[in-house]
């Protein structure tokens, strides 16, 4: 079963139960937000699906935030002010819009041109010089997240981008924190992660230099080389730009700075809309491939699991850290784990078989097949699995949709699948311990009121309810699926589910009629059961006829 685990409650907390003991929760301040009035806040990746979700979280909670800017550049021939529009006209800030007016976005956002992986970040002088003057807050959560990534981009946006950005911080004249958001899974090598900073991989300097005057090409051709034993691009530049703001902190011990490492952020847990996403990354994707029908192998040690963090929790827990090194001044502590597989841990096989029963209550449209397949241990009989229920379906279904007169889809699926499961067969045959005391100590000074609105924890969190606010919003926000498309769905399960069993056993028959041809023990017990099917088959119909002929 999910192992969900409750944290012990603390002398700190009886203090703070004891001290405010009968007030009601509006009455206690609420420190963390007191942070932000007033303040300029300078974001990037801002248009991410974190970014976002912080942003709606900060405005929701202080209003009277004075500005937030957000590094944004030109994309698909659209300036960042039309861009600006266009992404916080989702629903995700239809609460905010609720509770603070419909104006609330335009009046505290303004877009700055600008691109992480120029020169100068692609600032104007006067934006540069705008920033310098006024900012007194900077999260910088722009980065590339796919795995793929070529080296030389990933090196550009991810290491050089942070570079530049710890060099536009240290020149704020106001500056109170900047605050890197890094990953929890970008020190690979190290089974139990603690809260500290480790060695980068290599001299971020040196690479940056490489690979700016590099081909690309001769950067491809070499990254093998240079990734080593790290699995991916994405979690090696995370590495080295862990290492650049490290160095910042063993040059200037006064740097306000903190870095942050959440593991796989996950759909919104509470608020403001359960099971919210903007993309189908991480366990979602897996149900959401299953759901479809189009995943049906996995290669992975089924007792093993992952660690998640919802993305809401991740956004109160970069307020909280804010306060706590601003309000409390603690200038010890300077790396989060937003993690939570110390409190709340699901296997492999937990999340499919939760995914399962959680796609009968709530299919997909579409569904090509029905859900099923299992999880292998064995990576031949995984690709043996693959090539059968994967590709090979998957050509048959295009050749259909090709004589139909349509545009073959159901290969460039797999494809995309199958790009998904080299990342995913990494992580999920490796398991990582990530230490979290910081966060667990900034939850021992938070008062009532604090937590509640805050949650920076995964106590209370119901697996199963969780994961179905996922699919439910992922049908909606991300598949574009009505609520109103939900019988029909569920019609083309059922009849998904019997075309599934006749297929089986049609397949079955085939393959002992082959094997008949072959084995003569086969033949004797193939057509012995032949006879047996026509001779129950001839008693039923008799006795029907006989019953039928009597009346």
């Known amino acids: 079963m999910f192992q969900v685990h409750n944290l012990a409650e603390s002398n700190h907390e009886k203090e703070y139960k004891k001290k405010y003991e009968g007030m009601k929760l509006e009455d206690m301040p609420d420190r963390v937000a007191g942070i932000f009035v007033g303040k300029n806040i300078f974001i990037t990746g801002g248009t991410g699906f974190l970014g976002k979700v912080f942003i709606e979280k900060l405005l929701r909670m202080c209003p009277e935030v004075n500005m937030i800017y957000l590094l944004m550049r030109v994309k698909k021939g659209k300036d960042p002010k039309e861009r600006i529009q266009e992404v916080f006209a989702s629903p995700l800030f239809d609460k905010l819009r609720e509770l603070h007016g419909n104006d609330i976005t335009t009046k505290k956002l303004t877009a700055v041109s600008g691109d992480v992986t120029l020169p100068e970040l692609g600032l104007s002088a006067e934006d540069r ?78 690479l940056i230099k490489t690979v700016e005057w590099m081909d690309d090409d001769i950067v491809n051709s070499m990254t093998r080389k240079i990734l080593g034993n790290c699995p991916n691009t994405y979690a090696f530049t995370k590495n080295l730009s862990e290492g650049l703001v490290n160095e910042v902190f063993r040059e200037d011990p006064n740097f306000p700075g903190i870095i942050i490492r959440p593991s796989i952020v996950v759909p919104i847990w509470k608020e403001p809309l359960p099971g919210w996403t903007d993309n189908i990354n991480g366990p979602t994707g897996l149900l959401i491939g299953a759901g479809k029908g189009v995943i049906r192998t996995m290669y992975c040690k089924q007792e093993g699991y992952a660690d998640y963090i919802p993305v809401d929790v991740s956004a ?30 699901v296997s492999w096989e937990e999340l499919i078989a939760l995914g399962r029963k959680i796609t009968e209550r709530i299919p997909l449209n579409g569904v090509v097949w029905y859900p ?56 999920a045959n490796n398991q990582w311990q990530f230490m979290n005391t910081h966060v667990y100590h900034i939850r021992m000074i938070m008062n009532p009121r604090e937590r509640a609105y805050y949650k920076i924890d995964g106590q209370g969190l119901d697996i199963e309810e969780y994961f179905e606010d996922c699919i439910k919003a992922a049908r909606l926000y991300v598949l574009k699926e009505m609520p109103e498309t939900l019988p029909a769905a569920r019609r083309h399960l059922r009849i998904m589910y019997w075309v599934d069993v006749f297929t089986k056993i049609a397949l079955l028959f085939l393959l002992f009629y082959v094997l008949s041809k072959y084995f003569d023990i086969v033949h004797f017990f193939f057509y012995g059961f032949l006879h047996l099917i026509a001779h129950v088959f001839s008693t039923i119909t008799d006795t029907a006829s006989s019953i039928l002929f009597k009346r």
Not at 319 to 339: A, E, G, L, P
Not at 394 to 417: E, H, N, S, W
């Open 372 to 427: 099923g397949g299992s999880m292998k241990k064995s990576r031949l009989l995984h690709n043996i699995c693959v090539f059968f229920f994967h590709t090979i379906p998957a050509y048959v279904i295009d050749t259909l949709i090709f004589l139909a007169g349509y545009k073959p889809i159901m290969c460039r699926v797999q494809q995309r699948i199958t790009k998904g499961f080299e990342v995913f067969e990494y992580y």
């Open 129 to 206: 010089q705008m920033l310098i003057e006024n900012v007194n807050f900077v999260y910088h959560m722009a980065a590339t997240i796919r795995f793929d990534e070529p080296l030389k981009k990933a090196v550009l946006l991810n290491t050089r981008g942070t570079k530049l950005m710890l060099e536009l911080s240290r020149q704020i004249k106001n500056l109170e924190l900047f605050v890197y958001v890094s990953t929890a899974y970008c020190h690979l090598e190290e089974k139990v992660l603690e809260e500290k900073g480790y060695a980068p991989y290599c001299d971020p300097h040196e």
């Open 316 to 345: 109160s827990g970069l307020m909280v850290v804010s306060w706590n090194t601003v309000y409390n001044k603690d200038r010890d502590r300077k790396y989060y784990h937003f993690t939570s597989s110390e409190e709340i841990r």
